[in-house]
């Protein structure tokens, strides 16, 4: 069985740009997070989408959004990108919302 | 305060020891727990899950929960080199709450 999977594995930006990643979760899995891992930060929660919406937001503004599509995978979008966006972003899915979160192997946002 | 609470280590170990890793929490909702592995730019990868109290083994890997003293933790027996990694505790309350993660121990095992 395929694991969640995420692309693109690297990204490059400059400040000010848009960046977009995405996520495939676990098939039969309908809940997809996100998370941000800064170095020296730990995981720190930005989003939750389940059955295409948005259940819980982390403590970032307003120019982290995105969005869950009808086959349950996810998009995250990040606006007018600053040096500090530059993290590990990963994403998770589960099974309804007390499974276990399974993670993908990350995009690693560099903003330049 | 931090609603989970970890030590970031680094804990440095010979080949062969007994580790234990450990959490403690704030929130008294939190029934489910958790313990991941992360290998270096890698994602996390779920090693053990309880609910409530009490203790889960599998294999070298034992996992604790008291809640009366809101303290979570992982034993691994007969480390490895191969367990060198950073271990992070996580735990939520269920429903649409958050998972919420410690700050992650970096784990050296030393042949």
């Known amino acids: 069985e395929a694991g969640v999977t995420q692309s693109p594995t690297h990204l490059i930006k400059t400040r000010g740009q848009q960046a977009t990643l995405r996520c495939s979760p676990i098939?039969?899995?309908?809940?997809v997070y996100w998370y941000q891992q800064a170095l020296g930060l730990g995981l720190q929660f930005l989003l939750w989408?389940?059955?295409?919406?948005?259940?819980n937001r982390g403590n970032f503004p307003p120019r982290f959004s995105g969005r869950q599509f009808p086959n349950y995978s996810s998009e995250l979008n990040v606006n007018a990108l600053e040096l500090e966006d530059s993290a590990l972003y990963l994403c998770?899915?589960?099974?309804?919302?007390?499974?276990?979160?399974?993670f993908g192997p990350g995009t690693r946002l560099t903003v330049l | 305060q931090k609603e989970v609470e970890q030590d970031p280590g680094p804990l440095s170990v010979p080949e062969g020891a007994i580790v234990s890793l450990n959490c403690t929490y704030s929130n008294s909702a939190f029934q489910y727990f958790m313990w991941y592995r992360q290998y270096s730019r890698k994602g996390p990868e779920l090693l053990m899950y309880t609910y409530s109290s009490g203790n889960k083994e599998d294999g070298r890997f034992t996992a604790q929960v008291d809640k009366s003293s809101k303290y979570i933790s992982l034993f691994i027996r007969d480390s490895q080199p191969s367990d060198s990694a950073t271990y992070l505790c996580a735990s939520y309350s269920g429903g649409y709450n958050k998972l919420i993660f410690g700050a992650g121990t970096r784990l050296a095992v030393h042949p």
């Open positions: 989408y389940d059955e295409g919406e948005e259940r």
């Open positions: 998770a899915s589960s099974n309804g919302d007390t499974d276990t979160q399974y």
């Open positions: 098939s039969g899995h309908t809940s």
